[in-house]
């Protein structure tokens, strides 16, 4: 059973920074291609960055690129993501997803060929 556990949410000021991880368990994370998302209150949940499985090809959403870095330790089953010159903007909780992909390495920005996701983490930015 595929499990994502997402840890290092918190509370930061405006301009400070974070990194978020996300475990995985149950299937070859070698294989996975794995996704950040977000969702702040009253909004769509949105594609924030991805990277796929050999960590070759990265891909992220114009409102954090330069200010976040997606990366993976396949030797651990985990993934990052390390954000900085974080925003009020920033607020919401993210999410960890991962996608069964063995034959097509690069990232993914749709959400829905991801086919697990973990329980979430808040970031909330204070200004």
């Known amino acids: 059973q595929m499990q994502l556990v997402e840890s290092g949410g918190g509370l930061v000021q405006a301009g400070g920074s974070l990194r978020l991880s996300c475990a995985a368990s149950?299937?070859?994370?070698?294989?996975?291609?794995m996704g950040w998302f977000r969702q702040a209150p009253g909004k769509k949940r949105e594609f924030v960055a991805s990277?796929?499985?050999?960590?070759?090809?990265?891909y992220y959403a114009d409102s954090v690129k330069g200010r976040f870095t997606i990366s993976r330790d396949n030797a651990k089953n985990t993934v990052y993501l390390q954000m900085s010159s974080l925003s009020p903007e920033d607020t919401a909780v993210y999410y960890c997803?991962?996608?069964?992909?063995?034959?097509?390495?690069?990232?993914?920005?749709?959400?829905?060929?991801?086919?697990?996701w973990g329980q979430g983490t808040q970031v909330t930015v204070s200004s």
């Open positions: 997803a991962a996608d069964w992909s063995p034959h097509a390495d690069y990232a993914q920005s749709l959400d829905y060929v991801y086919d697990y």
């Open positions: 149950g299937l070859t994370f070698s294989s996975l291609v």
């Open positions: 990277i796929s499985w050999s960590g070759d090809s990265t």
